[in-house]
């Protein structure tokens, strides 16, 4: 059997990777490892393990193995001395803390990695630690500050031409932008995005764009794009082996089979979600999904299963400090108590959750918030004062779409016309 040189094993793994055969690559990558030495005096030789211990971590993680890939990147650092090889190991610890919900140990491993890379003049990893910190602000509800950050990191990936952390970029803009209600801005950076992706043969990320297409059409009531982006998601995710992100398409996926009426194949898809969220450990997939179950449940299913995700979704909340999610869960609880025709209880939670969802910034549960407010409220004065503050913050949704046919498939929506239309 041929035994490959250490640069030609890291080409191949590489290559392997290019093609979407991680669990190929990571095997390649564990015998290099095992063949090389942490202290090679060759300069050469010390890169290609440097550079093996970095790729391999990466794979680790598209697999949904989060402990070792830490481990992996922990290992760079180690070995990376004060180099430009330690920033990079600095953003990818920051980045796999972030996938695992430790969002202040993920701030200061891309704050370390911001002051090492300056201090080396080292743009590429400037790019890196302000996007991954544009990301953790966005988790903590910070939209406004993360879109500063981000274009920052936008703009010195441009000026690299680094295609990678472009795409990186412009996907955690879309996220901010989505929730601060600005769909069509998403829409347009994931479109960036996507163009990039294909035009590269960047098949990871390019299921991550269509991914949150997907979920932009959704949050407007597009069931048949969202849809046809979620199931061509999931089926490239699966046939590429990427764990963590076919956790998140089996979430949409799921939505998507709710709002088109197909109730248990939809429930189903959420219970897939969770269980793969839970294995691969990404904390924001688990907590959106235990949002989406909660209300699946309280209005098709079981309530008090419902509101026991409801619970749990709270409790993760508070224990990560992501105050937009804890927003979510005021929301569900809200909604359980409407359901059981408890409006006191329900009107206290809900009138929380605004308070949340203005301090993060999240549209697209305001609207909602006060429509449910309007649905309970037994003063006529007080329900017109709901619907006008939910319709304002529809318009402001619906306004900026380009795309006539998608603003009008938003403002016929059973749940956004009734509240205009009552108005």
């Not at 060759?42 to 211990?53: F, G, H, K, S, V």
């Not at 406004?144 to 274009?151: D, H």
């Not at 992100?245 to 959420?270: F, H, K, T, W, Y």
């Not at 969770?274 to 309280?298: D, F, H, K, M, S």
């Amino acid at each position: 059997m041929t035994v490959l040189s250490p640069g030609r094993a890291l080409d191949q793994a590489r290559t392997m990777t290019t093609n979407g055969e991680y669990l190929a690559a990571s095997q390649v990558y564990e015998e290099l490892l095992a063949q090389s030495e942490a202290t090679a005096a060759d300069p050469a030789a010390r890169d290609i393990r440097l550079e093996a211990l970095a790729e391999s971590g990466r794979v680790l993680h598209l697999l949904g193995r989060s402990q070792e890939a830490m481990a992996r990147y922990k290992q760079y650092y180690m070995e990376a001395g004060s180099s430009g090889h330690a920033v990079r190991a600095l953003n990818l610890i920051g980045e796999e803390h972030n996938h695992l919900g430790n969002y202040e140990e993920a701030l200061e491993a891309y704050r370390e990695a911001l002051q090492l890379a300056e201090a080396l003049n080292y743009t590429p990893g400037r790019a890196a630690a302000l996007g991954g910190m544009g990301s953790i602000l966005q988790d903590l509800g910070r939209m406004e500050e993360a879109l500063i950050t981000l274009n920052k990191a936008l703009s010195l990936a441009r000026q690299l031409n680094d295609l990678r952390e472009q795409i990186q970029s412009l996907l955690r803009i879309s996220f901010s932008r989505y929730y601060l209600g600005e769909v069509d801005k998403a829409i347009a950076a994931l479109k960036d995005a996507l163009e990039v992706a294909r035009q590269f043969s960047l098949p990871d990320r390019y299921v991550v764009i269509i991914n949150n297409l997907g979920e932009c059409h959704q949050v407007l009531f597009d069931v048949d794009r969202a849809l046809a982006y979620h199931r061509e998601g999931l089926a490239l995710a699966e046939s590429l082996s990427i764990r963590y992100i076919q956790a998140d398409l089996c979430r949409n996926l799921g939505i998507d089979l709710l709002r088109a009426g197909q109730v248990q194949p939809g429930i189903e898809s959420l219970y897939r979600a969770l269980a793969i969220g839970e294995e691969t450990e990404n904390l924001n997939v688990r907590l959106q999904t235990l949002y989406a179950l909660a209300l699946a449940e309280i209005e098709h299913g079981d309530a008090a299963r419902g509101l026991q995700h409801t619970q749990a979704l709270q409790k993760l909340a508070r224990e990560n400090n992501a105050r937009g999610y804890q927003a979510d869960a005021l929301y569900a609880l809200g909604f359980y108590h409407e359901r059981q025709r408890d409006v006191v209880t329900a009107e206290q939670w809900w009138q929380q959750a605004i308070f949340l969802a203005h301090e993060t910034n999240r549209r697209q549960l305001l609207w909602r918030l006060h429509a449910g407010l309007a649905r309970i409220s037994a003063n006529p004065a007080l329900i017109q004062v709901h619907r006008r503050i939910a319709a304002e913050v529809i318009q402001q949704i619906a306004y900026p779409i380009e795309d006539e046919t998608l603003r009008q498939i938003f403002l016929r929506a059973p749940t956004v016309k009734v509240i205009l239309e009552n108005v």
